[in-house]
């Protein structure tokens, strides 16, 4: 007994059934451009919606652009800077930010590539906002902690001479491929239209196909998500991969089920599975829309991380999952799969906060239902 116990231990069987370290096969891949990292910054906001501008315009004209992703950071930090001040500190300042304020950056200041703002300083290979964000918000802390003092009209200007010494002065006008643009010019060139992309979640406490102003800390700029029920959250997705669109997505990182370095995200069924289903095929747990609201409610699921979706694998058992295209590099000692997550339906149903994606990436149903 002993001999034949050993067998199955040393064949990676046991007495239920074999043990299945993943293989996954594509199922749909949509062209983006490669994996980047945001250096030690908290910027994935700007990286994951830069990189799914990216695809859209792959999508929408052919053509492969590198976009600065700091373009749109450079701009947001003096909006996230107004939005403190006029609170008198009584408001999120820091890094963050989500998926709609580069939509929004867009729509005010225009896009421009890579090769004309990199935002790093000469100096520098690598991006780290470490000092930069420290600096901004004991500034900022001083302006509002003046009592009886009138705020100083310069204080725009410095938080504006802070970011030019760290990322560099912004961009008015420039040169692509031999042709002068403005930032608003080259946006036009790219057909990207800041009114054609929504957002799309799922919490059982707001109305169903409604509008709804989700109450997390990043959310400084007040933007709308549009509430729909758990399996029709999830059939936009689908249906946007399905029929060629990316989606960008804002979700949680912190379980210890997801693995940048496994390359997996997934959630089991069992808890004395969490260490092995990184490298094995295991249950997962089934998500209802009452769980997720809980999860959430209680602070377990919170809005810590923004990625890429681009396609979707399955294992060989079947199971699908979403290609997420993370932002951490791709040094192999640190991720997997070159740097993209594989992302299971229950993780996503459990933990996507939000997702982002063009209008016509919905379903009709949903289209209809929203009048958008």
Not at 250 to 261: A, L, M, P, R
Not at 272 to 293: G, M, N, V
């Amino acid at each position: 007994m002993k001999k034949v116990l050993s067998a199955f231990l040393l064949t990676g069987l046991s007495l239920t059934g074999f043990a299945q370290t993943y293989e996954f096969k594509t199922i749909k891949d949509i062209e983006a451009l490669p994996v980047t990292s945001q250096g030690i910054t908290g910027t994935c906001w700007s990286f994951s919606a830069t990189s799914f501008l990216e695809a859209e315009i792959i999508r929408q004209t052919g053509k492969r652009i590198d976009l600065s992703e700091m373009y749109n950071v450079r701009n947001t930090y003096p909006e996230k800077a107004d939005n403190y001040v006029m609170r008198q500190g009584k408001a999120q300042f820091g890094e963050g930010g989500l998926a709609h304020d580069v939509i929004n950056s867009v729509r005010n200041y225009g896009l421009v590539p890579q090769s004309v703002y990199s935002g790093l300083t000469p100096d520098a290979d690598k991006y780290n906002h470490v000092e930069m964000a420290a600096v901004l918000e004991a500034m900022l802390k001083v302006y509002v902690d003046n009592p009886g003092k009138k705020l100083s009209p310069q204080w725009k200007e410095a938080v504006s001479g802070v970011l030019d010494v760290y990322m560099g002065k912004n961009i008015s006008e420039f040169t692509y491929e031999g042709k002068k643009y403005t930032p608003k010019s080259f946006l036009a060139m790219t057909k990207i239209n800041p009114d054609d992309y929504v957002t799309i979640s799922s919490f059982s406490r707001y109305p169903e196909y409604k509008p709804f102003l989700l109450n997390i800390p990043d959310n400084f700029s007040n933007g709308s998500f549009y509430n729909l029920p758990l399996n029709e959250f999830v059939a936009n997705i689908d249906n946007a991969l399905a029929n060629g669109f990316t989606v960008e997505l804002d979700c949680d990182v912190s379980e210890s089920t997801f693995s940048g370095k496994n390359g997996v995200a997934v959630i089991p069924a069992n808890e004395e599975d969490s260490k092995s289903i990184l490298t094995e095929i295991k249950p997962e747990k089934e998500i209802t829309p009452a769980y997720r609201q809980s999860e959430f409610d209680n602070f377990t699921t919170t809005d810590d991380h923004l990625m890429h979706i681009v396609g979707k694998v399955k294992d060989q058992k079947g199971n699908e999952y979403y290609k997420v295209k993370n932002s951490w590099g791709t040094d192999s000692k640190r991720v997997a799969n070159g740097g993209y997550v594989y992302m299971s339906i229950p993780y996503l149903k459990l933990k996507a906060i939000s997702v982002l994606l063009h209008k016509e990436g919905l379903t009709k149903k949903t289209r209809k239902d929203l009048g958008v």
